[in-house]
């Protein structure tokens, strides 16, 4: 099994750009899917992005779609979110998260069985 931790959050303008990092621990890394979900005060952990082990899908939250990235270096055991054009509303603790088998249900949390320690984004307006 593996071990997330995240890094790279920060506070940033309205408009600018972050990129989110998530160096796993384990042999089995490049076998996972990966994802970033984010959780706002108050609200529930929502779903934000998906790569599949082979990186050959990506998914997206529509709320995100066109500004956010998502990808992989399973080398380096490592995945991004790269966040451009951020918004006050992207403000929340990110999480990269990881499973063997997601499933179609991988918008939801219990859908994934490894988490990290979250990584705080604020967007200023």
């Known amino acids: 099994q593996v071990q997330l931790v995240e890094s790279g959050g920060g506070l940033v303008q309205a408009g600018g750009s972050l990129r989110l990092s998530c160096a796993a621990s384990g042999r089995s890394f490049s076998r996972y899917a990966m994802g970033w979900f984010r959780q706002a005060p108050g609200k529930e952990r929502e779903f934000v992005a998906r790569?599949?082990?082979?990186?050959?899908?990506?998914y997206y939250a529509d709320s995100v779609k066109g500004r956010f990235t998502i990808s992989r270096d399973n080398a380096k055991n490592t995945v991004y979110l790269q966040m451009n054009s951020l918004k006050p509303e992207d403000t929340a603790l990110y999480y990269c998260?990881?499973?063997?088998?997601?499933?179609?249900?991988?918008?939801?949390?219990?859908?994934?069985?490894?988490w990290g320690q979250g990584t705080q984004v604020t967007v200023s307006s």
């Open positions: 790569i599949n082990w082979s990186t050959s899908r990506t």
């Open positions: 998260t990881a499973a063997d088998s997601p499933g179609a249900d991988f918008y939801n949390t219990d859908a994934w069985n490894v």
